[in-house]
């Protein structure tokens, strides 16, 4: 039951991904004006954050669907929505009131800190199954149980 569990967490928690991402790589320009709306890193680092963001997020999302080199695609997965939730409760902290930039946009939005709450409930829901994928990588209809099944020792060798 757990390995169905896994699956599904995988395909969720990878289509997510690989939604936020594309939807930033159609414009990397607006990638890098939402990281620079959190004001949290330097000038400097966050225009190579905002273009490679939407690369890892693609690629971390495939991994998971694909359900290959799982448990590592889980560990970013996880470490990306400690930083998303933090990122955003600092914002929310601080008073500002800017769109999160998950799925594409960013920037002002008068209305964004009425759906703080929900935006770090939904983070912490994925980084939970995240967390879970990183426990149990090893599940149904995957890469990694075709790439690197274990085969039964043969005897007497």
Avoid: H, N
């Amino acid at each position: 039951m757990k390995e169905w569990l896994g699956l599904v967490a995988r395909v969720v928690v990878g289509c997510v991904w690989i939604y936020a991402g594309a939807s930033k790589l159609l414009d990397p320009a607006q990638s890098v004006a939402a990281v620079r709306a959190y004001q949290l890193l330097p000038g400097d680092l966050a225009q190579p954050v905002g273009q490679l963001l939407p690369v890892i997020e693609v690629v971390v999302g495939a991994m998971l669907v694909l359900g290959l080199l799982t448990r590592g695609a889980a560990v970013l997965s996880s470490i990306l929505f400690v930083a998303f939730i933090v990122g955003i409760a600092t914002v929310w902290a601080r008073g500002m009131t800017i769109d999160c930039g998950c799925f594409g946009g960013g920037g002002y939005d008068p209305d964004a800190a009425s759906r703080y709450p929900w935006e770090i409930a939904r983070d912490a829901v994925l980084l939970l199954a995240s967390v879970f994928l990183v426990w149990l990588p090893s599940t149904r209809l995957s890469l990694d149980s075709l790439l690197f099944r274990r085969t039964p020792a043969i005897e007497g060798s």
